[in-house]
């Protein structure tokens, strides 16, 4: 009866509770400029890797690891590999593209006074994972869950996140001594901010639209709307 | 100056409001066997959809598309998916795991009133994407912040998630008549909870352990504790 006793009451959310929920979900932004200097004190970011552990992992393999850099040489270090790399991305848009491309800031590596890169650990829990065993990418997307559980978490605390991911994967883990068997998921910046767009930064500038909800939601099956 | 005056003041949360995203986060629970068989009314499958929807994408991409699967006859035949991946991966754990592992309920298909089938087309805005250069997983990875922004919104409705992996793709894309090319990323499993786990199951039925955060947490660099 043990696993009995361990269910409890799934308790309600208030009205307000719930829109506290939503307002994160709806106001959390992609931040790559708006950052202030001040140091983000130690346990915010306690509580932001807390709700990043708290993540849903699968098989509780829990893959996970923070490497948290905010000395100013570590960040310029990690910018220059972003900007090669952003050279490189360039070039592979149409023409028509790339002085829009270039126009656009990417990252907030030096302005941000905290990085955190988010790694998986593939082998934590041996080869054969609980839920792992039929799609191979699943400790990944656990990873990629602990990220947005931090971003969601940082909003509510008034600071802003981005997610940059135009890097050399050998760059970023020569800098930051991360063996060749662990996978980098995500290089963030974090900082506090005091304005966000009110829409996403691509859309406001015209990068890309929102697309409507009722065109990406299916009914049964793919294109069912019955 | 168009883009400026996109900018707004970012909403401080007061401290209720921050607790609530926490309680999210912190009583989140991967749902097997909870559900309620009472039907998720249609607007609020709409909120969770939409909190869905406003998750961050690479490149403003959206890739994502949403298939709701209610009828209990179509949720038997994604059972049958699941039951036949299940006996495979059994096989695959050593032997003193598999009794152990056959005794967890790891799905709630048939018991969940609402199944949806979140997938990622990888082909949306063509071959090359804005953030997605150097990383070609960052498209998934989107699709997975989508997944957790509407497992959160669940919880904070009343309603509880599990997400299935246990299926072999080609199984899951007959059913559901998912076109080749696109990725399936999520199957969720969704229904109103009136009582939920106070740890996550895999640790309260002894599968594995949570790992304390500070092992998980570098400075600097991997394994960096300076």
């Given amino acids: 009866m043990q696993n009995k006793s361990m269910l409890a009451p ?8 719930r829109d506290a929920v939503y307002k994160a979900i709806h106001t959390r932004r992609d931040v790559r ?6 140091p983000i004190p130690d346990d915010v ?3 932001l890797l807390e709700a990043a552990h708290h993540a849903p992992s699968v ?12 000395e100013q040489a570590d960040r310029e270090r990690v910018w220059q590999a972003f900007s090669s790399a952003n050279d490189e991305a360039v070039s592979m848009f149409p023409k028509n593209r790339q ?4 126009s656009l800031k990417l990252e907030g590596i030096r302005k941000a006074p905290l990085n955190i890169c988010v790694t998986c650990d593939r082998a934590r829990n041996g080869d054969v994972v609980l839920g792992r065993t039929h799609n191979s990418n699943m400790d990944l997307y656990s990873t990629v869950c602990a990220v947005q559980n931090l971003w969601l978490a940082a909003r509510a605390e008034g600071i802003g996140m981005g997610w940059v991911s135009i890097f050399r994967d050998a760059d970023l883990k020569g800098i930051l001594e991360i063996p060749s068997q662990i996978e980098i998921v995500a290089y963030l910046c974090l900082g506090y901010v005091d304005q966000l767009y009110s829409r996403p ?12 909800l ?13």
Same sequence: chains 1, 2.
């Fill in 201 to 212: 930064e691509l859309e406001v500038k015209g990068w890309n639209k929102r697309m409507p």
């Fill in 99 to 102: 002085s829009k491309y270039k």
């Fill in 59 to 70: 098989g509780f393999m829990q893959p996970w690891n923070f490497i948290t850099i905010r």
């Fill in 214 to 226: 009722k065109d990406l939601v299916f009914k049964g099956k793919w294109r069912g709307n019955s």
């Fill in 33 to 38: 400029d708006q950052f202030l200097p001040d």
């Fill in 10 to 17: 799934a308790e309600p959310f208030s009205k307000q509770e």
């Fill in 45 to 47: 970011v306690e509580r």
